[in-house]
Structure formats: C-alpha cells, structure tokens
C-alpha cells in the first residue's frame, strides 16, 4: 500500500510533537526540587539556669529550716538547764505547780511545739528527782470533729507526751496515758481562743506527790 507525501509528513510532524513532549517532561522531572528551610532550633538554653536557680533556691532554704531547727533545740535545751537550776531552790509546792503547768497543741495535731518541749523540759528535772512519782497524761482537743476522732486525737497527743519523757530515760510504767476527747473543755467559746485552750495534755499526779524534792 502507497503512503502518500502528505500522510508522511504528518507523521514526522506528530513524531517531532510526542518527542518535543518527552524531552519537556524529562527536563521537567530533572529539576532540582528547592531544599526546605532549616527548622529553628527549640529554644532550650534557659532551661538548666533555671533549674540550677531552683535547685540552690531549695538547698539554701533546707539549710535555713535546718539552722532554725537547730538553734530552736539548742535554745530549748538552754531553757531546760536553767529551768533545772531554778527548780533546785524552789519548794515542793512549787515544784508540783510546774509538774502539772498545762501543755498545748496546734490545730489537729499531736506534734510537739518549740514551747510544749520547752515545758516539758522543765518538767523532766522533776521526774528524774522523784523516782517514786508516777504521773497521768490526759490529752484533750476542742469541740469540732466526732466523739471518735477527737478520743483518738487526744490519746496521741497524751502519747506524745509521755514518748517525750521515756526517749529521756524515764520508765514508761510511771506515765499513764488517758484522752478525754473533746469532753472536758477548759473553755467553752467557739472562737480561736478558747478553741486554742482546748487543744492540751494535762497532768495528774498518781502516786509519789507528797513531798516533791528539787533535782540536785
């Protein structure tokens, strides 16, 4: 069969197309594709200056806490010396005055306050003097809370007491612990005040109180 001149030439023409097209496409899948831009860095330089600053903050506020502790201690056991010293002039009325002076609490704890150890302190000469004198601890709350927990509340705080004076070298069969709750209020406001008188041990003498000797 003929190919007529025309025929031919248009398929040169649609050859040169197709492969002009190809060469294009080439070109265009050759091209470099832009590199993206680098991503910024995480802005962390200022993080270890201020952990280091709350790390040293912390430590110097333990070593100050530590240092009140400390001379807080110190001051007591001063306190107790002295107090030891006052004891051996006083007479045995006097004596059985600062064996029952009251002691008191914070708010719903059985921890022993700077000024309750202090007390109690002064009250160890005695107890150490007089090794025929046994002695109850009654502790006591104020009036919020139920009936159970406030019975549970004030034997801590009585035992806390008496843990003061055996940690001391006192025979814990001379120290009895009993909690009266919120039954015996020493006053009978609901303001602070009364409240903060609520919140106590006291002392009872058991045995051995007839005539107090002062520690020599």
Known sequence: M?????????????AGTVALALAFAAACAKK????????????????????????????????A???????NKLKAREDSIAAAKALASKTAAELKTALLATVWFDYDR?????????AL?????ILQANSALRVRVQGHTDERGSDEYNL?????????VKRFFTDRGIDERRLDVVSFGRERPAATGEDDASRAKNRRAEF?????????AGPR
């Open 110 to 118: 059985a921890e022993l306050r700077d000024d309750t150890r202090a």
């Open 65 to 71: 806490r530590a240092r009140r502790e400390a001379a």
């Open 204 to 212: 009872e003498i058991l045995a051995g109180g007839e005539a107090l």
């Open 2 to 14: 003929m190919t007529s001149p025309m025929t031919s030439r248009a398929s040169r023409l649609l």
């Open 121 to 125: 302190e002064a009250k160890l000469p």
């Open 32 to 63: 470099p594709e832009t590199a993206p831009a680098p991503a910024e860095a995480p802005a962390v330089a200022a993080a270890p200056t201020n952990t280091a600053a709350s790390t040293a903050a912390a430590a110097d506020s333990a070593a």
């Open 152 to 160: 549970a509340l004030g034997q801590r705080r009585a035992a806390s």
